[in-house]
């Protein structure tokens, strides 16, 4: 949780002169969000939320994923809309940021999903993916495959303090991967980070996706991939395949699936695995000085991975018809 | 800023089954408040905020503050009202900790007073003072001059590390203040650390006052010397005499003064800069570890009551009547 760029009430007032908003009824610092300063803001107009770009996002990376959410947004998807100023204007400054304001969802992140809340989240994906396909600007995956083993480089050989013998698994895998890895799966945008913290839910209905920047053009499976990861997990190792079959078929009834890509998933899964492993590690063995946020324990997908390593093909996560 | 105690959405759901504000729309951590954690929280019925009481907090202080809250808030004072569940229960538990559901109320806090903001101030204390008049809980004021021994002896003879003969110069006023501090000036409910993080403005019109968690019995005067101290400098030393003017003449024409009150004004808000240094300086001087908090510097209260102890009378706070 952190606020790491402080915004007063002045600075704020003043931002907003440019909006059709009214006045500044509210603001408040909000205990979220690892990568940006994000406050709440009640104006005349209603509630927004407004985020400050700190120095590990890519300030070039900005239009990509502030026009994604407009254009999603625009296309129905609940997502966070950027808010335009009069000029037309939706990326700013604040305080030496990069910011925007942002339309605010309703709606509360579950701690448990439900079978339910799986399938939302499996239709709201493949209705993302399909709506994303006439965006126009594109992002590579920094993190997939091809990012894997400079991340490894980055833990400095240290994995074995995590678990004896980590470092070669961890090589292992990621030589698999370079040798295994699909690359003429169905492709486009994908949301690449779409844990619980990152959806929102009024009861079991759907009602917000938000934090878009991991977002990238990558496989859908890929992302199908990081959520049976996500979201189908009761503890560090337990599969659901309940949970799984939901949003596997909540998804394929929006956007059916290729063969290929149910023939892939158990190694993307293994991927998607391995990649949160891969960062989770490296914020581990590099924690940085004065950071608010306490780093994950990287164990948790290390299980997943060797469970996903030990699945033959995608009846394991519910699929039936393979 | 801090969120102490994570709260999951499922967990407040079940809290929230006990009163009539209908479903949850949204739940977020908010990244202010040293002693608590705090939840942003709207529901069906409204926003509200959620109070989670921790560690530092005494639970057998929370009948005074959350009964103070009501019984202003039920006299028109602009203070957060504790919200009772279908039993008329204010105070709950919640993960555990003591908690409460409060109000929310509009209003952002100025960085920067005005001339404004200080007259209101003065204005809305002197309307607490009188409608606290008739609240049937006491509060004794553990941080007023008999405390302050304790707490300078907390700071283990350290305060020489800050500035060298600060220790000795502490002890001197602590000395005088013990000696010469008035306790038949008029007392009653006082709110004893109305800084700025802790009133809301809409515009130049005050619309909140929070954070009752030093409220407690004592002389008005002295939450007076507090509020000179908090809103009337304008960097550690600077000391706008505009501001001071606005503020006590808003106060006396709520609730005069007496003349007795105006004698003991400079003694007054010199140990209101002391009991402030006293503090900041022991959170200095006595980092908790891996705490969310970034102790205050204590210089600013040193020189703050440097200059308070060359005071003569209030005509330097701008009552020119004295």
């Known amino acids: 949780m952190a606020v790491y760029t402080d915004v007063a009430a002045e600075d704020l007032i003043v931002f907003l002169d440019d909006y059709d908003l009214g006045g500044l009824l509210s603001l408040k610092g909000i205990a979220e969000g690892v990568?940006?300063?994000?406050?709440?803001?009640?104006?005349?107009?209603?509630?927004?939320?407004?985020?400050?770009?700190?120095?590990?996002?890519?300030?070039?990376?900005?239009?990509?994923?502030?026009?994604?959410?407009?254009?999603?947004?625009?296309?129905?998807?609940?997502?966070?809309?950027?808010?335009?100023?009069?000029?037309?204007?939706?990326?700013?400054?604040?305080?030496?940021?990069?910011?925007?304001?942002?339309?605010?969802l309703n709606?509360?992140?579950?701690?448990?999903?439900?079978?339910?809340?799986?399938?939302?989240?499996?239709?709201?994906?493949?209705?993302?993916?399909?709506?994303?396909?006439?965006?126009?600007?594109?992002?590579?995956?920094?993190?997939?495959?091809?990012?894997?083993?400079?991340?490894?480089?980055?833990?400095?050989?240290?994995?074995?303090?995590?678990?004896?013998?980590?470092?070669?698994?961890?090589?292992?895998?990621i030589a698999l991967m370079e040798t295994c890895w699909p690359h003429d799966l169905p492709a486009g945008v994908i949301h690449a980070d779409l844990f619980c913290d990152?959806?929102?839910?009024?009861?079991?209905?759907?009602?917000?996706?938000?934090?878009?920047?991991?977002?990238?053009?990558?496989?859908?499976?890929y992302d199908v991939a990081i959520a049976l990861n996500a979201w189908c997990f009761e503890s560090a190792k337990e599969f659901n395949v309940t949970k799984a079959r939901a949003l596997l078929h909540a998804y394929r009834q929006v956007r059916p699936f290729e063969a290929a890509e149910i023939e892939a998933l158990p190694l993307l899964a293994r991927g998607a695995a391995l990649r949160f492993l891969l960062t989770r590690l490296f914020d581990w063995l590099n924690p940085v000085d004065g950071a608010l946020v306490t780093p994950k324990n990287p164990h948790e997908y290390l299980s997943r991975m060797r469970f996903h390593r030990g699945v033959e093909s995608a009846v394991a996560y519910g699929l039936l018809d393979t």
């Open 35 to 104: 990568e940006n300063s994000n406050y709440f803001v009640m104006t005349d107009a209603g509630p927004h939320i407004l985020t400050l770009y700190e120095k590990r996002v890519n300030a070039d990376d900005l239009p990509f994923f502030l026009g994604l959410m407009d254009h999603l947004a625009q296309r129905g998807v609940p997502c966070p809309t950027p808010i335009k100023d009069r000029n037309g204007t939706a990326l700013k400054e604040l305080n030496g940021r990069p910011a925007v304001l942002i339309s605010f």
């Open 107 to 173: 709606g509360v992140s579950p701690r448990r999903a439900t079978v339910e809340h799986c399938a939302g989240v499996g239709r709201a994906m493949a209705d993302l993916h399909l709506k994303g396909a006439d965006f126009s600007i594109r992002r590579e995956n920094s993190l997939s495959v091809a990012g894997w083993r400079e991340l490894a480089l980055g833990c400095h050989g240290q994995a074995d303090e995590i678990e004896p013998g980590l470092c070669d698994e961890i090589a292992a895998e």
């Open 198 to 221: 990152n959806v929102f839910f009024e009861g079991n209905t759907l009602s917000g996706l938000i934090d878009f920047y991991f977002a990238c053009n990558d496989l859908f499976a």
